[in-house]
């Protein structure tokens, strides 16, 4: 399929979703059942989750600002400056391993992961609270295949409070090739809009 078809298949795809109000709290009452994780994350009782509403902002090429600037450390021990990041597409996506809408978009983003890889979209994932064994045992549960960076200090998520409110996890951001954040979900992502926005983003 020529990346022409793909993308407007992709914004169509986007189109109607958004025109419908996809939400990701349907998405949670449906696996609740399925996941004692997502239960908690359901009830409202404090346990230190606050819920998006699976809400997608794009943001117009010439209201992005300036490109973002931070450094991350994976735990695999490696720096990662955002300043690398510029010529490419990059999905950023923060998340713990207790977060019931993380593990059941884990999947999702591993697929769009495989899908865009070789478009030139890289991923990237921010651990805003786990120790590296719960991040890792996360992380071989659901086979993802790219780093993540070790958060608990906070610094990466400091640098992103204007996009990312403080523990509304997950939040997905897809970040242009000039560093500049282009799209937001906050909450659970849709498969489908995820990747409408990284094809946008891939076409700029």
Known sequence: MKNS???????????VALALGL???????ACAADDPLAVIADSGDNKNYIAGDGSVTEYAAAERGEPLAFTGTGYDGSTVDSADWAGQVTVVNFWYAACAPCREEAPDLVALHDEFESAGAQFIGVNIRDTQETA????????????SLNDQNGGVLLAMTSYVPPQAVPTTLVIDKEGRVSARILG?????????????????
Do not use: C, H, N
Not at 5 to 15: E, P, Y
Not at 23 to 29: G, K
């Open 136 to 147: 890792e045992a996360f992380e071989r549960t659901f086979d993802i295949p790219y780093p």
């Open 23 to 29: 939400s990701a709290s349907l998405a949670l009452s």
């Open 5 to 15: 078809d793909r993308s407007a298949g992709r914004l169509q795809k986007l189109g």
């Open 188 to 204: 659970l992502a849709d498969k489908s809009t995820l990747g409408a926005l990284i094809d946008a983003a891939l076409a700029e």
